[in-house]
């Protein structure tokens, strides 16, 4: 397995309006397995032609396409209305995973839930929550979340967030390790006073997360990243993941 990239990388080209798939396309000669685009950097009038453009690249470079939904899947007693039509944008663009923020569930019935799987069970579209920096994904409603969740034998997957425990007041570790078992997407990002900053070759805790992790578990960098500073990025998580594998 290779190191995988999230568009967050670019965000001071995304927010001097380069578009996503402009970025991405200097990742041509970059050792990655799969790339996460960024639903709130595409602009309405030409997200259709640049999603296109990207799934072409994805399958030029042979490449896993994770798209970032900025929204929650629960709200309140609902789920997100516009599931069915990101599921067929997926559809459209071989994308192989949406992921949304958890949201507010715990007004959601049996009933819902159900209905949730079946439209699951009808896609080949993997869906994930991420837990998010407030109170709905504090570890201890989480944990009652996922729970809940494997209950109910939903087929949800969840997006593990290094970063966004940072602000609910947990430290990252303390957290995978109560949540490690659900884990089926790993974003990585190391924070210092509650901003992201670049990963260092010395032993840190994203490490150790990382030497734990399930090995099938895709691993994406998602934190701002300067151009010239990326490859070395790449490369030192590559380094620890070829690591990993020799000693399964």
């Known amino acids: 397995m290779k190191v995988s990239i999230n568009t967050a990388v670019f965000l001071d080209d995304l927010q001097a309006h380069v578009s996503q798939f402009t970025c991405l396309q200097r990742l041509s000669a970059s050792a990655i397995d799969a790339i996460e685009v960024r639903g709130e950097f595409f602009q309405p009038a030409t997200k259709a032609s640049e999603l296109h453009k990207i799934d072409q690249l994805c399958q030029q470079q042979n490449w896993q396409f994770y798209y970032s939904v900025p929204e929650e899947l629960f709200q309140g007693s609902t789920v997100n209305s516009q599931l069915t039509t ?37 896609t080949k579209v993997k869906v994930t929550i991420e837990n998010q920096p407030n109170e709905n994904a504090t570890l201890a409603n989480l944990e009652q979340r996922l729970a809940w969740l494997k209950a109910a034998q939903s087929s949800l997957g969840y997006t593990f967030d290094a970063g966004n425990w940072c602000w609910v007041a947990t430290e990252p570790l303390t957290a995978f390790t109560k949540v490690q078992a659900a884990i089926s997407v790993f974003h990585l990002k190391a924070i210092q006073n509650k901003d992201t900053v670049l990963l260092t070759a010395k032993p840190a805790n994203w490490q150790k997360m990382l030497a734990q992790l399930q090995s099938s578990v895709p691993v994406f960098l998602e934190y701002a990243i300067p151009n010239e500073q990326l490859n070395q990025q790449i490369d ?10 020799a000693t399964l």
Do not use: W
């Open 86 to 122: 990101y599921l067929k944008m997926a559809q459209e663009n071989h994308i192989k995973s949406l992921k949304f923020s958890l949201g507010d569930c715990q007004q959601i019935s049996p009933a819902t839930l159900a209905a949730l799987q079946q439209q699951l069970a009808a």
């Open 236 to 245: 030192l998580v590559n380094q620890l993941l070829q690591q990993r594998q």
